[in-house]
C-alpha cells in the first residue's frame, strides 16, 4: 500500500466485507413483522391503563404530605408542556426532564418523596400529562395554562423568596 488512503480505502472493504459475512451467518435478517390488530388493541390498553393510572395519581394528594395533588395546580396536566421537554427549568436550574420536573412538584409544593425516574407510577405520570397534550404543537419553552386556575399559595408551595410557607 502506497499511502493513508489506499489503507483506509481496504480497511473499509475489509469492514464491509466483514459485516455481509456476519449478516450471511447469522441467517437472514428481516424486518420487525407488523403488529397484529389484535397486539395493537393490547399496545392501546396497557397505553389507556397507564394514562388512567396517571391521571389517578395526579388528582391524588397521596403522593404529598400537605394534601395538595399535582392537580391542585394542574388540573388537566396544564402548563406541564411535556411536549417541550427537556428544556432549561429555573426551579431545577438546568436542562431537565419532565419527569425530574414532576419529581420537584412532588417534593417541593407537595412536600413527598420523589419517585424512581424508571417506576411504573413516574411512567403514568408521564403518560397522562403526554396524552392531555396529545395534538399539540411543540414550541420549545413554550408555557400555558389551560383549565382551572392553578393553586398560587398553601401549605408547602414555595414563596417569591424560594422558600415553603
Known sequence: MKNIHEFATFKNASSAACAVVVLVAMGSVNAK???TSAELEDQKNMLMSAVKRG???W???KLGSNGLACGNCHPDGSATNPHTWPKYQSNLGKVGTLR????WCISVPLVGTPLALDSDEMIAMEAYTMYT???VAIA???DEQHGGTPVVSGPGYPNAHGGNR
Not at 425530574?100 to 419529581?103: F, R, V
Open 33 to 35: 413483522t407488523p403488529p
Open 55 to 57: 391521571d389517578d395519581l
Open 59 to 61: 388528582h391524588s394528594a
Open 100 to 103: 425530574e420536573m414532576i419529581n
Open 133 to 135: 397534550h396529545r395534538g
Open 140 to 142: 420549545p419553552a413554550k
